[in-house]
């Protein structure tokens, strides 16, 4: 299975129009379990990948608390059999990406690369984007030592100074992962304590390699072709200092891309798409799920299980409209 950018079609829209009973938006682990209990169900649903296939799972090095892998399992890993399991019971992958919506009457309309599809169900799982710092030098810089994912870069930083923003799940994750390269990883944390569970905790402090810089912000990415340093505001004594390093990863939380949907659907303040406990979106026939629709929990598990939540109020939902199978 490839999961380059590459499957993704680059051709301009044509005039082809793909009626469905379920559009399924997102392959991540809950997009992909909502196509295996919509295929299971005879819904023939078809599953668009989005921009990154997989999601953010995919990302992953290991995946450590996904039950049923005792030893860990990569994410990219995960996903593929995810996938394979939806398609081995009818699910359709397209790699295709939703360019626009419209949620106002069924059949909703959804205009991708390829086509547009008139979908009597909608299952939205279209994830969650890493959020920026916004400080001078971050974009510039941003592939030239400034990076947000330890799979896709760390390689790149054998025997080097790294930092690392941020002091949740990923910022610990990714960090133990880069010692496997970098010579130190330094977290430097805006607070004195630390978001990210105890195992990572225990994990990250017993880390020679890790250290710790806390109640302390990045200002700025200092560089010209490439980081050189960053600019450390320490919020309790409120000094600035320069910190030589050849990496940034940032690790500080994710913004769900839920964008198509302003204006269609309810969302909340941060852009979550508000769902009620049937994963039910403010327009019937229109379901979330996973990380689009959930600032709270945002794990694999947790993300899968709404999705297939999805799949089955999508069948019931369905039945009472009487679309024939
Ligand atoms: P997160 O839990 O939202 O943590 C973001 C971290 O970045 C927090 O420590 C936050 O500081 C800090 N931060 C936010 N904005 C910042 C800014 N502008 N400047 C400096 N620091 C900033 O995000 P995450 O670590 O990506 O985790 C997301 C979700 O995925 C969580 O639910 C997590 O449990 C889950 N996850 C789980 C695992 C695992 O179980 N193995 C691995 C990865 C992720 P504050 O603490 O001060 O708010």
Redesign the pocket.
């Known amino acids: 299975m490839d999961f380059s950018l590459s499957n993704l079609p680059t051709s301009q829209p044509s005039h082809e129009v793909t009626p469905v009973k379920l559009l399924i938006l997102g392959s991540g682990p809950a997009g992909l379990a909502a196509g295996l209990y919509a295929a299971r169900a005879d819904l023939s649903p078809v599953v668009l990948t989005g921009m990154e296939h997989g999601g953010q799972v995919s990302l992953?090095y290991t995946?450590?608390?996904y039950p049923g892998f005792p030893e860990g399992i990569g994410g990219t890993a995960l996903v593929e059999l995810f996938q394979k399991q939806a398609e081995h019971f009818g699910a359709k992958i397209e790699y295709d990406t939703a360019a626009e919506v419209d949620l106002s009457q069924r059949p909703f309309k959804v205009r991708t690369y390829n086509t547009t599809y008139l979908a009597d169900s909608l299952i939205i799982t279209t994830g969650a984007t890493?959020?920026h710092?916004d400080i001078p030098g971050e974009k510039e810089l941003t592939g030239r030592g400034v990076s947000y994912c330890a799979t896709c870069d760390g390689w790149f930083f054998r025997d080097k100074n790294i930092i690392i923003?941020?002091?949740?799940?990923?910022?610990?994750?990714?960090g133990i992962f880069l010692t496997r390269y970098a010579s130190s990883v330094t977290i430097?944390?805006?607070?004195d304590s630390?978001?990210?569970?105890a195992v990572?905790q225990a994990r990250a402090m017993s880390n020679p390699k890790i250290k710790f810089i806390w109640n302390t912000?990045?200002t700025e990415v200092i560089g010209k072709e490439a980081v050189q340093a960053v600019r450390l505001k320490d919020l309790v004594a409120g000094q600035e200092q320069e910190h030589p390093t050849d990496g940034v990863f940032i690790?500080?939380?994710?913004t769900p891309n839920t964008q198509l949907f302003q204006g269609q659907l309810a969302l909340d303040n941060a852009g979550y798409i508000q769902i009620d406990t049937l994963m039910r979106t403010s327009v019937p026939g229109v379901y979330a799920a996973g990380e689009a629709a959930d600032p709270?929990?945002?794990?694999v598990i947790t993300s899968a299980g709404m999705g297939a939540s999805a799949a089955i109020q999508v069948n019931h939902y369905l039945d009472e409209l009487a679309v024939p199978n």
């Open positions: 992953t995946v450590e608390n890493s959020r710092l923003v941020g002091g949740g799940d990923s910022a610990l994750e990714e430097i944390h805006r607070r630390l978001r990210a569970g990572l912000v990045v690790f500080v939380g994710h709270h929990f945002r794990q």
